[in-house]
Every structure is written in structure tokens, then in C-alpha cells.
């Protein structure tokens, strides 16, 4: 129960965080800051940028821009691809119902995993380790834990750059 907690928290705060306005000198308290002219820092802060006039070719901006959609487009098509294999494995799979969702036997080796109300079995879990097995996979579909799973691959759509991101996936 933490663990989500914990999970969707860190994501949360890690789009909230970069949005508050701290008071200067808040946090440095300890630290000696009399030394710092801090009219000529307002001053920075706050003076107009020149405008400097664009040259021809591809600005840095739409430079990164691209960039940035490429990475985005490509990790999207990455989450698209590994769906649509899940999609393939149901289409080939053995249906059981059990305790209201539905249990996926499949013939290849590919490992257990929940997605919503359906879990997927390998053939050798099935014949081995279904009691086990079963009962883990039961608790990440009663927990929905799969919605957590689609709202971090929205986040690492959007900031694939992080690799921080992809420890959360992980």
C-alpha cells in the first residue's frame, strides 16, 4: 500500500515541485549571503533579454523541440508496440475464469503479469506454480495496480529524457 502511495506521490511531486516560488533565503538560512548584491541580481533576473535577430536554418529551439517529440513519439510507440503484443497474446491464449477475472494460459514462455481483470500465465507457471503464482498476480489485480502502470508510462512518454522515470517503471 506504501509502495503505490509512494510511487504516484514521487510522480506527483515531481511535476509540483518545480512550480513553487520559494522565498529567497528560506532554505539558505544557514549560509552567509552578505556578500551578495542582491539589487544586481533583481537586476538579472529581470532585465530584458536582447533580442537577437534569427539567422537562417533551424533555431536551437526547434532544434530541441524535435528532439524532444522524436523521444516522445518513439517511447510512445515503444508502450503502443508492448500493448499490442498483450493484445496478441489474448487473441492466442487459453481463457480459465477464476474468482471473477480471467486467466491467460499461453503456450510460449513469457513470464506472469496482470493487466486490469486478466492475468497471463506461461504454460509453466500454470502446470508448477499456480498456487503461488495466482495468489501474486490475484493482489495486482484486485489492487488495480495497473492503472498506476499506465499513468507512469503516460509520465515516461513526457519525460523520457529522465532516466529517473524509467527506475519508477522498474
Known amino acids: 500500500r506504501w509502495n503505490r502511495f509512494y510511487l504516484l506521490g514521487s510522480v506527483v511531486l515531481s511535476f ?5 516560488k520559494l522565498p529567497r533565503g528560506s532554505l539558505l538560512a544557514a549560509t552567509d549571503l552578505s556578500g551578495i548584491d542582491w539589487e544586481y541580481v533583481d537586476h538579472l533576473v529581470q532585465a530584458p533579454a536582447k533580442i537577437v535577430p ?3 536554418g533551424i533555431s ?3 532544434l530541441f523541440l524535435a528532439l524532444y517529440l522524436t523521444g516522445a513519439l518513439l517511447v510512445l510507440a515503444l508502450y503502443s508496440w508492448r500493448f499490442f503484443r498483450i493484445w496478441e497474446l489474448t487473441r492466442h491464449a487459453r481463457p480459465v475464469p477464476y474468482q471473477g477475472v ?4 499461453q503456450e510460449r514462455k513469457s513470464g506472469s503479469f496482470t493487466l486490469f481483470r486478466r492475468i497471463y ?3 509453466h507457471a500454470y502446470d508448477n506454480q499456480l498456487g503461488h503464482v ?3 498476480e490475484m493482489v495486482h489485480a484486485s489492487q488495480n495496480h495497473s492503472f498506476d502502470l499506465i499513468v507512469l508510462a503516460f509520465v515516461g512518454v513526457l519525460l523520457w529524457f529522465n532516466p529517473f522515470v524509467f527506475l519508477l517503471l522498474r
Not at 509540483?16 to 513553487?20: A, G, N, S, Y
Not at 480471467?102 to 494460459?105: E, L, N, R
Open 134 to 136: 495466482l495468489r501474486h
Open 16 to 20: 509540483i515541485l518545480p512550480l513553487l
Open 60 to 62: 536551437l529551439t526547434t
Open 102 to 105: 480471467k486467466v491467460f494460459v
Open 54 to 56: 534569427e539567422t537562417s
Open 121 to 123: 500465465l506461461d504454460r
